[in-house]
T-cell receptor, first 113, second 110 residues
Framework: DAGVIQSPRHEVTEMGQEVTLRCKPI?????LFWYRQTMMRGLELLIY????????DSGMPEDRFSAKMPNASFSTLKIQPSEPRDSAVYFC???????????FGDGTRLSIL | QKEVEQNSGPLSVPEGAIASLNCTYS??????FFWYRQYSGKSPELIMS????GDKEDGRFTAQLNKASQYVSLLIRDSQPSDSATYLC??????????FGKGTKLSVKP
């Protein structure tokens, strides 16, 4: 079975540019999560969706970040404009029911110069 | 108090020994608990889920849960160098999302 698929795997861009990260959850999973991981702060939840509806976006750092889930098989996380402090690994994860574990994609390593 | 706390380590054990990893959490309404393993440069990988008080064994791994003490642990028996990784404790909040600890780095020395 295909796992969570993220693209791109690596992104290097200059400060001020728009960055779009993509995620395809596991088929049949109805919850999707976006995380950011840094050495200093560990794994932080940015936003999560249930049945394509955003439930909690309190972890989104500021208005420069936005996320969408137009259908059950696709989500995007957008940063505009990007800043060097946004450099991190961004993970997408999905799960079925509320008490089931999350399964992670391979992540996107983002570097903002 | 942080929501999920783990000793950051590094925890160093000799090959063949038992590695013991601990985690405490603050949300008394939490009902499901998970251990993830993360190799350097890779994504977190689920290794254990536990939902009830007591022990749950899966191969060389045993997860232990004590809800009264708000404590979760992971034991790795017969530790191997390939077990060297960061182990993340994750707790399902009563609101439905997972909160992760910062992880314990385990090093198994041959």
């Amino acid at each position: 079975d295909a796992g969570v698929i993220q693209s791109p795997r690596h992104e290097v861009t200059e400060m001020g540019q728009e960055v779009t990260l993509r995620c395809k959850p596991i088929s049949g999973h109805n919850s999707l999560f976006w995380y950011r991981q840094t050495m200093m702060r560990g794994l932080e939840l940015l936003i999560y969706f249930n049945n394509n509806v955003p439930i909690d976006d309190s972890g989104m750092p500021e208005d420069r970040f936005s996320a969408k889930m137009p259908n059950a098989s696709f989500s995007t996380l957008k940063i505009q404009p990007s800043e060097p402090r946004d450099s991190a690994v961004y993970f997408c994860a999905s799960r079925t029911g509320g008490d089931q574990p999350q399964h992670f994609g391979d992540g996107t390593r983002l570097s903002i110069l | 108090q942080k929501e999920v706390e783990q000793n950051s380590g590094p925890l160093s054990v000799p090959e063949g020994a038992i590695a013991s990893l601990n985690c405490t959490y603050s949300d008394r309404g939490s009902q499901s608990f998970f251990w993830y393993r993360q190799y350097s440069g890779k994504s977190p990988e689920l290794i254990m889920s536990i939902y009830s008080n007591g022990d749950k064994e899966d191969g060389r791994f045993t997860a232990q849960l004590n809800k009264a003490s708000q404590y979760v642990s992971l034991l790795i028996r017969d530790s191997q160098p390939s077990d060297s990784a960061t182990y993340l404790c994750a707790v399902n909040r009563s609101q439905g999302n997972l909160i992760f600890g910062k992880g314990t780095k385990l090093s198994v020395k041959p």
